[in-house]
């Protein structure tokens, strides 16, 4: 697929379709855990299958798992039926942990698992392009080193977060390229724990590792999308536009009218809308309240895509996911 004319045609196009994050409230069509849905690559791929026979969106989305990259590493994870599995401790706590830190082959933990749901879901989603979900290096070492030590750590150690950046970053490469191999059209990479940093800690710490990765992997044919849902995004813009990313998608923690302001034209933007308090805790009306609002304001901008301002938790209703398809199909018609 030429994904290069793909963005462009959304871009071209005056009626947009949304690209949410949605994949792990797949359980319950399903009818199973989060613990089994992860467990199981054919469940991981029919789950976007039946999400994508359900939805009309832009393209399919796997789930946004933040701890699979950290077990491959040899973290420890939590995972149970009904959350997004969690990473538990730190691995590479001091510089001589750091030093001592292997980059994994792709295939460690459940990252084999996970490329093989992408390669049976590129097979049975045929009619829009199947992206897979990868972490951000600032933070999958912050999830390696623990998320509040890094940020100390950047200042007191920053040879040693450094040195963790440069295994997250080539494992990524790896992990992607892996992807890509077996029919992804595209990696979403979510990269929050950028949002918290400072915008020149962000320069040093996440800008040249995202970009060495971005550099590494997209052409015409496979494309990077940029996540990050901090509330930081608005002052690092004019870094995270040097990323070179294909697009980018931002959290519900910014005014989406903001972000767009310092956006240039040609540029694709996505979000926000609230995942938890919208999809997960609110009710259709709150859902169909929401998106008109957010369209209203951003809608006519033709890069711009209404989606959820992060990955929609398990346990969200599908009441309400309908009621924001409904919400984008009634605004464009």
Same mark, same amino acid.
């Given at each position: ?6 963005l462009q045609r959304i871009a071209a196009e005056p009626v947009k379709k949304a690209f949410p994050v949605l994949s792990f409230p797949a359980v319950s069509l399903l009818g199973c855990t989060v613990a089994e849905l992860i467990a199981d690559p054919? /469940?991981?791929? =029919? ?7 359900? *939805? ?14 950290? #077990? ?9 039926? %009904?959350?997004?599995p969690t990473v538990v401790g730190a691995i590479a706590d001091t510089p001589e942990a750091a030093e001592a830190l292997s980059v994994p082959a792709v295939g460690a933990g459940r990252t084999g698992r996970y490329v093989e749901a992408i390669r ?22 912050? /999830?390696?080193? $623990? ?6 750590? *950047?200042?007191? =150690? ?11 970053? $080539? ?5 992607? /390229? ?21 915008? !020149? ?7 040249? @590792?995202?970009? #060495?990765?971005? #550099? ?12 990050? *849902? +901090? ?12 990323? +070179?990313?294909?697009? @980018? ?8 009218? =903001? ?6 034209? %040609? ?17 259709? #009306? ?5 998106? =008109? &609002?957010?369209?209203?304001? *951003? ?23 309908? !009621?924001?398809?409904? !919400?984008?199909?009634?605004?464009? &018609?």
């Amino acid at each position: 697929m030429d994904m290069k004319a793909w963005l462009q045609r959304i871009a071209a196009e005056p009626v947009k379709k949304a690209f949410p994050v949605l994949s792990f409230p797949a359980v319950s069509l399903l009818g199973c855990t989060v613990a089994e849905l992860i467990a199981d690559p054919e /469940r991981i791929a =029919e789950g976007m299958a039946q999400v994508a026979a359900r *939805c009309d969106t832009a393209a399919a989305v796997s789930m946004m798992d933040l701890s699979v990259e950290a #077990e491959a590493f040899g973290s420890r994870v939590h995972i149970s039926d %009904d959350e997004v599995p969690t990473v538990v401790g730190a691995i590479a706590d001091t510089p001589e942990a750091a030093e001592a830190l292997s980059v994994p082959a792709v295939g460690a933990g459940r990252t084999g698992r996970y490329v093989e749901a992408i390669r049976l879901a590129a097979e049975r989603i045929t009619d829009r392009p199947v992206f897979a979900g990868v972490i951000g290096p600032f933070s999958l070492a912050g /999830r390696l080193m $623990d998320v509040t030590e890094i940020m100390v750590n *950047c200042y007191d =150690e920053p040879e040693m977060v450094h040195t963790v950046l440069r295994k997250a970053t $080539d494992f990524l490469i790896d992990y992607i /390229r892996a992807y890509r191999a077996v029919g992804a059209h595209g990696v979403m990479m979510a990269e929050p724990l950028t949002g918290l940093l400072s915008p !020149a800690l962000a320069e040093e710490f996440s800008e040249p @590792y995202v970009r #060495e990765i971005v #550099e590494a992997v997209q052409d015409d044919e496979f494309l990077l999308i940029y996540h990050n *849902c +901090g509330n930081n995004t608005v002052r690092m813009l004019p870094s995270i536009l040097r990323l +070179g990313a294909a697009a @980018y998608h931002f959290g519900n923690a910014v005014s989406m009218e =903001e972000v767009l302001a310092g956006v240039p034209e %040609d540029t694709l933007v996505m979000g926000n809308l609230d995942p938890a308090a919208l999809f997960r805790n609110g009710t259709p #009306e709150d859902v169909r309240r929401a998106t =008109e &609002a957010l369209l209203a304001a *951003c809608g006519t901008r033709r890069n711009f895509v209404p989606s959820s301002g992060c990955d929609i938790p398990p346990a969200s209703h599908w009441e309400n996911i309908d !009621a924001f398809f409904r !919400a984008v199909a009634a605004f464009y &018609a």
